[in-house]
């Protein structure tokens, strides 16, 4: 029991304040915006809607759900190499989503 308490409270800390320490931390005058839209990106977890049942607590997203792929790490990736901050951030937020959910899986 207590250590699901404190896997719940490492998963939504690391989904919700991590991002505003990333961009408080590389993003300088432009942080705010770039931790917006670093929690904007959770809007990946809409792929959860097309899974049956939408919430399984022991499902692990990573390699189930389509934007939780490879793939999709992959055009992550690749989206952090265009030069331009906002998109960086959608990047780093994407990426930092399925590294916090691999870390969830991984003690799940």
Do not use: Q
Not at 53 to 79: E, K, M, Q
């Amino acid at each position: 029991m207590a250590f699901e308490i404190f896997r719940n409270i490492l998963h939504y800390g690391l989904h919700f304040l991590a991002p505003v320490l990333i961009a408080y931390l590389f993003w300088g005058k432009n942080w705010k915006a770039a931790a917006l839209i670093m929690l904007a990106t959770m809007a990946i977890d809409l792929d959860h809607l097309f899974a049956d049942p939408i919430f399984d607590p022991n499902r692990c997203s990573i390699g189930f759900h389509p934007l939780h792929t490879v793939w999709a790490a992959i055009a992550y990736a690749i989206l952090f190499l265009i030069p331009s901050w906002k998109l960086k951030a959608v990047a780093v937020g994407c990426l930092f989503h399925l590294l916090t959910d691999s870390i969830d899986c991984s003690l799940g």
